[in-house]
């Protein structure tokens, strides 16, 4: 038994599709399912490795080392399972097959064709995920909005699907009600119009869940019925809320799961969302606060700034500083600030912890690193993410082992101490221009001193952590590094790489080469989060 169910955005994109689909898979899964999603992304990309943060936001990375969409990290969080590369994909990465597939002949001579060979190849890969992780529901996200040329060839293969298997194929539209401020009602016409669309690809919605400011009224619940072909109580109601944490539950009160699985000839079992509800108590209710500073370059698209591209360490700042019964304030620094203005670094004496997420490129290098610097010596709890790490390598190789200049060779390639610099592997694949899905990624084994914090925090000397970059510590220096106070806290198991450094004696000073970041979840937050987070309460 295998049951799919697809959900499409409608009227404009960025109304929550990705929450909204990790929302109904934590409904279904609270009845006793075994639910999986993925994400259909109709770029040409064939990952999400070279696309740009600022339009893109965050690149997530998977176990199996996959660059993919944010939304894959939304489904994590909230299904608390592991997503697989086979669960994403996008235009590119299904041509790609059709195209390898024909060069290899696999199509014995025939005409190959955007229809019907594409829409299979896609048909082909939700079983293939479904599969993989045995699930008995699975949720396809089709990215975009429907009535775009771009994810037309995804709509024909979940129209397919449902006439392959019409009794396992469910559909849901989430589109967006604006309430214009000089009309001052909620509208409903740009959704029929939607739904319209969809209808010409042959396509009609099981439900349609309502996006909008407000909770949808009566009347205007009567009116998509209507206009849109649809029971009135299989239009849902889906207002803005203050954590997205929340809307699993705001499903519920619309008895959603209940009437899915009816559609789906499934029986609703009982029905456990407790350990959900309890961190949203904390949500609403916790008083105690902490204050972190994340400093970053911050991307502005026109006039608007994007903190998409750090979605996961926001969360993860959130569930540790939830799991201690505490509300997270998290400020925005960015460090180009900080060099134009150095005077400013001695506002970060205002924050119980520093994060430093990881980053690409030379811009607001500096800036960063002065306010590692001010971390150190101020005592203030450090986490270093990745990039961050690497920085805070700079940092001490500069200030404490008086290298000067040292840097990375990603930022000057022709430093005289390249402490942190990049591997032969990785500087082949650069020279041969081979820039896709060639990072270090995906999970990879680190073994940590006992003696550490990190130790402690993890409480366990075996780990496996995620990663995505070029650049590692450079083994040259350790001796030098290690003699003036560095602690090199987790090493992968054929001691070649550093994967940790912490510094002793420091409250919580500690840079991690890998993203911890990627496996925090509100039920499961991460163990170096935890502790940055309790000892930064616990400095305040
Ligand atoms: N730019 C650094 C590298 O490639 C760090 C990458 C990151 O922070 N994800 O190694």
């Known amino acids: 038994m295998s049951k799919y169910i697809f959900v499409v955005g409608g009227v404009m994109s960025g109304v929550g599709k990705g929450v909204a689909c990790a929302s109904i898979g934590k409904i279904l899964q609270s009845r006793g399912y075994k639910v999986t999603a993925i994400k259909i992304d109709p770029y040409v990309n064939v990952d999400a490795g070279t696309m740009n943060p600022t339009e893109h936001g965050e690149v997530f990375v998977t176990e199996d080392g996959d ?44 005409c190959v064709e955007v229809v019907p060979h594409i829409p299979e190849e896609v048909i082909r890969r939700i079983n293939l995920a479904a599969k993989k992780s045995k699930a008995d529901i699975t949720i396809i996200e089709i990215g975009g909005t429907v009535g775009e040329y771009q994810n037309i060839l995804f709509l024909e293969a979940a129209r397919m ?81 203050d954590s997205i944490y929340e809307v699993p539950v705001n499903f519920e009160k619309e008895h959603l799961s209940e009437k899915i699985l009816d559609k789906l000839n499934l029986k609703a079992k009982k029905k456990n969302l407790n350990d959900w509800k309890k961190v949203l108590k904390v949500i609403k209710t916790a008083k105690r606060q902490v204050r972190i500073a994340m400093i970053g370059k911050y991307f502005a698209t026109g006039s608007f700034v994007l903190s998409d591209s750090y979605i996961s360490v926001i969360e993860a700042i959130k569930h540790a500083s939830w799991a201690n019964k505490i509300r997270p304030t998290i ?26 997420p990881g980053g690409f490129g030379g811009r607001g290098i500096e800036g960063k690193i002065k306010a590692i610097e001010y971390a150190r010596k101020n005592k203030i709890p450090f986490l270093g993410l990745c990039y961050g790490m690497q920085l805070a390598t ?136 935890m502790e940055f987070i309790r000892t930064a309460v616990r400095k305040k």
């Open 394 to 529: 700079i940092e001490f190789a500069r200030n404490v082992c008086r290298l000067r200049n040292a840097n990375s060779t990603e930022i000057d390639p022709k430093t005289k101490h390249p402490v942190i610099h990049i591997m032969y592997e990785q500087a082949q694949k650069i020279a041969a221009k081979q820039y896709g899905n060639s990072m270090r990624l995906g999970a990879w084994p680190c073994v940590i001193n006992k003696k550490s914090k990190s130790f402690f925090a993890y409480g366990s000397s075996k780990i496996n952590e995620r990663h995505r970059h070029r650049y590692e510590f450079n083994n040259d220096y350790r001796k030098i590094i290690e003699k003036k106070g560095l602690l090199l806290a987790g090493l992968s198991p054929d001691k070649k790489l550093v994967e940790i450094i912490e510094l002793p004696g420091h409250p919580f000073f500690v840079g991690v080469q890998f993203h911890p970041e990627f496996k925090s979840r509100p039920l499961k937050p991460h163990p170096l989060f």
């Open 161 to 241: 699907m449902h006439l392959q298997k019409p009794e396992d194929v469910l559909f849901i539209m989430v589109s967006y009600l604006p309430i214009p401020d000089k009309v001052g009602e909620m509208k409903t016409k740009p959704t029929q119009y939607a739904v319209r669309s969809l209808n010409s690809a042959g396509i009609q919605p099981d439900f349609i869940l309502c996006r909008a400011e407000k909770p949808l009224d009566l009347k205007r619940r009567e009116k998509l019925s209507t206009f849109c072909n649809i029971m009135a109580a299989d239009v849902i109601s889906a207002p803005d809320v």
């Open 331 to 356: 400020h925005w620094l960015n460090s180009d600030d900080f060099e134009k203005n150095p005077a400013k670094i001695k506002e970060l004496k205002n924050y119980n912890g520093i994060v430093i």
């Open 67 to 110: 660059e993919t969409d944010q939304d894959i990290g939304n489904y994590e969080r909230f299904l608390d399972v592991d997503i697989y590369r086979i669960n994403y994909m996008t235009t590119g990465r299904v041509y790609q097959s059709v195209i390898s597939r024909e060069r290899n002949l696999e199509y014995e001579g025939k």
